[in-house]
Nanobody
Framework: QAQLVESGGGLVQAGGSLRLSCAAS????????MGWFRQAPGKEREFVAA????????FFADSVKGRFTISRDNVKNTVYLQMNSLKPEDTAAYYC????????????????????WGQGTQVTVSS
């Protein structure tokens, strides 16, 4: 059974950095875009970043543009989210997800574009 496992979350001071990882097991995700979403208490789950199946294109939410980067290692079946200059408003549970469509050319950004989801990892940024 396909599984996504996020790791790397934790407590960090404002201005600090964290690197989230999402390891896929049970099936290969080569050919599928992958993305990160986040959900703060009482708020909707929102798009953060995504990367195409080849790794050639990325897209970021305006709120994280210039601070976060996304990358993938298709050999390790893993996607990463490097988060720099963290702010208290970045506090949320972060989820990775896999595109429903294989070899999509554009970067998926909608929740409905994604199928399999991880269980999430908590990121807390203190002021």
């Amino acid at each position: 059974q396909a599984q996504l496992v996020e790791s790397g979350g934790g407590l960090v001071q404002a201005g600090g950095s964290l690197r989230l990882s999402c390891a896929a097991s049970g099936r290969t995700f080569i050919g599928y875009a992958m993305g990160w979403f986040r959900q703060a208490p009482g708020k909707e789950r929102e798009f953060v970043a995504a990367i195409t199946w080849s790794g050639g294109r990325t897209f970021f939410a305006d709120s994280v543009k210039g601070r976060f980067t996304i990358s993938r290692d298709n050999v390790k079946n893993t996607v990463y989210l490097q988060m720099n200059s963290l702010k208290p408003e970045d506090t949320a549970a972060y989820y990775c997800a896999v595109d429903r469509k294989i070899f999509r050319t554009e970067v998926p950004v909608l929740r409905t574009d994604f199928g399999s989801w991880g269980q999430g990892t908590q990121v807390t940024v203190s002021s």
